[in-house]
């Protein structure tokens, strides 16, 4: 069971999100080509080691997460609240 | 007769030597003589420096493979690299469901050339794999439901496979144990296909692995890839724990792990590696013949030839690459098993574990070619590719020995995500988490 702290609303169990999938892609301009949206929308880092993911509150405030969490070991090293404020370390958060 | 007989090249014969084959008869003598007899199923090779295939991978597709390229293709000089004992990963870990009532007719017809290799497979072998088509039972709860299932069976016997559909009372007794009234979803039918069924998987790993022995192949244990060497656009080996190892081509078959070997040729993929779980209870009396799925959750069970109840239901959710399972997902599943069967609560779980695996962005797998010349692709299986080992291994082998797809698994390619031609049973769009 991951305990995932939400900004908004404290630590709560994982059943409360969805998981959205990895955070690291970056939609390309609309110009950039097939080739540029085939690999945004398909293709994937798949990192055995640290991801930054998305989580959504479902369950909760409904709001977005970003989650920096390790697929091996499933540790969370920081959350953050929206795509534009900067990850803050997990102490700081609490 | 399968339909493509005619594009499958000859079959040399690689039928063990009589001194090592197993019979009733050799079952009998060594018996009475204390189980003297016996000798290694297939030996540990230790690597040569080159190859001409190096297939990465020792579990279902990666022996398969190697077997279908000697025993069919003629071509012997393989080696297998498994970086632990070959049968540990997903081919040992999976609920041993085989089937082939797929919805979409290209997949239906993979799917049941697959069944038909299952069929006669032992025999190819002469290895018990306790392939038993006790049949396959999906339940239907609502009349949409029963509307797709009528579908899908009517699809698959316009190609010739079969299915039919089952009444109530004839789920009953196919499944006394079934509350066809629970308060949730009420069972309204089932769509049953007769040779579907399950299969002793640790055996397929072993049956496999001792005829592509024999057949020349080197299975190399306790090997592990940690590189693949390129020279411009094309590989000429891999990198291992035992040293380096040159080969004309190299095929990937490492099921959860195929991003982490594609990311050393400097290719990303459309997958990502997720855990499924299975579970066993205590063992009880005979109570179920069938393989039966729920159709209001994910849920799929089947009583093993031991008397536990195998079961499991759909991923953890998120991706990782810890072989384990956390408790959401337990109870998920738990609670259909108690849904469905409410004499189940009462049993005792005993094991449980989890296996990592690829889910592709279309819930399809790939069997293909890639960017780099002489790397060859047998992944993405997500939770179905036990099933598959056949006619995976017969098809990867025709891609490799042919350097062109198999007509049947030609759809499998890699090029289908960018071309938009997503092979999406589901229709749950390209997230691997909702396949
Ligand atoms: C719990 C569970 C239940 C399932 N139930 C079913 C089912 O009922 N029916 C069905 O059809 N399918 C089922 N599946 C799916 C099926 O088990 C897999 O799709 C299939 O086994 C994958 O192919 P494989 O056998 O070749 O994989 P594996 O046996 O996992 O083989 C891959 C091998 O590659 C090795 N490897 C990885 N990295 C390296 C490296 N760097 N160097 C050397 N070797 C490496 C691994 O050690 C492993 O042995 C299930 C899966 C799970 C986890
Ligand atoms: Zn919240």
Sequence with gaps: MLRIQCPWCGVRDEIEFRYRGDASVVRPAADAGIDAFASYVYERGNQCGWQAEWWLHVGGCRQLLTVERHTLTHEIRSIRGTADEPAQPLDAVR | ?435
């Design chain 2, 1 to 435: 007769m399968h339909p493509e007989s005619e594009s499958q090249p000859q079959t040399t014969d690689a039928a063990p030597s009589s001194s090592g084959r197993f019979s009733g008869w050799r079952l009998l003598v060594e018996g009475l003589t204390g189980q003297r007899g016996w000798s290694r199923a297939w030996a540990k090779a230790a690597p040569r420096p080159r190859y001409r295939v190096v297939i990465v991978g020792g579990g279902g597709h990666g022996l398969a493979s190697a077997y279908y390229l000697a025993s069919r293709y003629g071509i012997t000089d393989v080696a297998v690299l498994e970086q632990g004992p070959i049968g540990l990963g997903n081919v040992g870990r999976n609920t041993t469901i085989i089937r082939s009532n797929y919805f979409r007719a290209d997949n239906i017809r993979f799917y049941d050339y697959s069944l038909k290799l299952w069929e006669g497979l032992e025999q190819e072998l002469n290895f018990n794999a306790m392939v038993s088509q006790r049949g396959t039972l999906n339940l239907f709860h609502t009349e949409a439901q029963r509307d797709l299932f009528t579908r899908r069976a009517n699809l698959m016997r316009l190609l010739g496979v079969d299915a039919q559909s089952v009444s109530r009372e004839s789920v009953k007794a196919l499944v006394p144990l079934v509350d066809l009234d629970n308060g949730r979803y009420p069972v309204l039918g089932g769509f049953l296909q007769r040779r579907g069924g399950t299969v002793r998987h640790d055996a397929v790993a072993w049956g496999y692995a001792r005829a592509a022995a024999r057949a020349g192949v080197d299975i190399v244990e306790h090997c592990e890839v940690t590189g693949i060497r390129r020279e411009g656009s094309r590989v000429i080996g891999v990198e291992t724990t035992r040293g380096p190892i040159a080969a004309d081509t190299i095929c990937l078959a490492v099921a959860g792990h195929s991003s982490r070997l594609a990311a050393m040729a400097g290719l990303r993929l459309p997958i990502e590696s997720h855990v499924l779980q299975a579970f066993v209870t205590e063992s009880i009396k005979p109570v179920l013949d069938v393989v039966m799925t729920y159709g209001a959750g994910h849920f799929y069970v089947s009583q093993s030839n031991k008397g536990g109840l195998v079961y499991g239901g759909g991923i953890d959710g998120y991706n990782t690459y810890g072989q384990r399972g956390t408790l959401p997902m337990a109870e998920e599943v738990a609670a259909a098993a108690v849904t469905l069967m409410p004499g189940l609560a009462r049993l005792k779980v005993l094991r449980q574990w989890g296996g990592v695996m690829d889910m592709s962005m279309d819930g399809s797998p790939i069997i293909s070619k890639t960017a780099v010349q002489g790397l060859i692709l047998n992944g993405g299986w997500c939770y179905g590719g036990f099933k598959a080992i056949p006619a995976g291994g017969m098809t990867t082998a025709h891609l490799i020995a042919r350097g062109e797809p198999h007509p049947l698994a030609a759809h499998f390619n890699l090029e289908r995500f960018a071309a938009g031609r997503t092979i999406d049973e589901r229709g749950a769009g390209p997230f691997p988490f909702a396949h």
